[in-house]
Nanobody, 127 residues
Framework: QVQLVESGGGLVQAGGSLRLSCAAS????????MGWFRQAPGKEREFVAA????????YYADSMKGRFTISRDNAKNTVYLQMNSLKPEDTAVYYC????????????????????WGQGTQVTVSS
């Protein structure tokens, strides 16, 4: 079992930045590919970014490329999402997710493929 706790959300002005953190419990963090998703009111959960087990490969939704950066520190059991140039349309609850995989470069952009989820952290971008 893995428990995930997100932090770092808040209210920022358009053009600003936030750094989200996701702390994971357990001793096998490095066996999980990690992902960030977001969900705005009335919309389906949307893929944001994913990172492989070692952090060597990263993947982004097209709308996030160039603005968001996912990273991980396996020694700290933590994954991060650096968000720059934030826009009002980025307003959503952001969720951290973990997917167990034996493939070192594995990732997924599908919410149903992930095994564990955090409770989410609210990000609000004002204009």
């Amino acid at each position: 079992q893995v428990q995930l706790v997100e932090s770092g959300g808040g209210l920022v002005q358009a053009g600003g930045s936030l750094r989200l953190s996701c702390a994971a419990s357990g001793r096998t963090f490095s066996s999980y590919a990690m992902g960030w998703f977001r969900q705005a009111p009335g919309k389906e959960r949307e893929f944001v970014a994913a990172i492989s087990r070692s952090g060597g490969r990263t993947y982004y939704a097209d709308s996030m490329k160039g603005r968001f950066t996912i990273s991980r520190d396996n020694a700290k059991n933590t994954v991060y999402l650096q968000m720059n140039s934030l826009k009002p349309e980025d307003t959503a609850v952001y969720y951290c997710a973990a997917r167990h995989t034996y493939y070192s470069g594995g990732y997924s952009y599908k919410p149903n493929d992930y095994d564990y989820w955090g409770q989410g952290t609210q990000v609000t971008v004002s204009s």
